[in-house]
């Protein structure tokens, strides 16, 4: 499998429709990589059908820096989606031109995914979200002003309405993936994620819940699993 660094940015493979690629919480780019994501899709990527971009996630210095307050987090998070903007995909757009690219992530890493896909469908309509968590108040503490408004998929999905929701009806798409194991209910991921598919159902934006059963953990067995049975369907 091709592998090379891009100024930050982890790629695998040679052609293929991009996916940008989150690690879990507090994750770095070399993830999917060392926990055997990549090579449970090898077929999909030697075949050119794929090529990932994977990234750093910055959380320990914003959503699970502790000692900031869940205001001042999002506000920091800013910072990191800039990067992602201006960074990641003019990078992801000149080395693999043409495609409409698909954002996955596992754990917190399906927070970014479904966050960005729903704040940024024109560049990221497809998001492929893995043991998520949806609703960030619940990791934080503090007031809650706008920044966390604006960057909490449970606060904001429930708000939307007129053009804007029409527009990520035609336009958004996200694929909820969940277990019944171990660790999916202590997480919050199994609760959190038939709520936010009811969320997004109550406002007709498109989307799919699957959900696995008890031999399915929050864990990278059940992720591996999963990302190779539903991949081959998007690429």
């Not at 495609?99 to 309509?125: C, K, M, W």
């Not at 798409?173 to 159902?201: I, K, M, N, P, Y």
Request: aromatic share 12%; charged share 25%; proline share 4%.
């Amino acid at each position: 499998m091709r592998r090379e660094e891009l100024d930050g940015v982890l790629v695998f493979g040679h052609h293929g429709r991009p996916v940008l690629v989150f690690p879990a919480q507090e994750g770095n780019r070399y993830e999917w990589e060392e926990r055997g994501m990549l090579a449970a899709v090898a077929e999909l990527v030697e075949a050119g059908r794929v090529k990932f971009y994977c990234v750093d996630s910055w959380d320990s210095s914003i959503w699970h820096d502790d000692w900031l307050p869940l205001e001042e987090r999002a506000q920091r998070h800013g910072g990191y989606e800039h990067w992602l903007l201006h960074h990641v995909v003019p990078l992801i757009h000149s080395d693999c031109a043409g495609f409409q690219e698909i954002i996955t992530g596992v754990s917190f890493g399906a927070y970014h995914a479904a966050n960005l896909t729903l704040r940024r469908a024109d560049l990221f309509p497809l998001a492929l979200c893995l043991s998520g968590i949806y609703d960030v108040s619940s990791i934080g503490w503090g007031e809650r002003g706008d920044a966390v408004y604006f960057n909490n998929p449970a606060d904001y999905v429930a708000g939307l309405g007129g053009d804007h929701l029409d527009w990520l009806r035609s336009r958004a798409s996200l694929l909820l993936v969940v277990g019944r194991g171990a660790w999916e209910d202590s997480t919050g991921s199994l609760e959190q994620t038939h709520r936010f598919a009811a969320q997004l159902a109550e406002k007709g934006i498109r989307h799919e819940l699957d959900v696995w059963g008890e031999d399915s953990p929050h864990d990278w067995p059940a992720w591996r699993a999963q990302i190779a049975h539903h991949l081959p369907r998007f690429a």
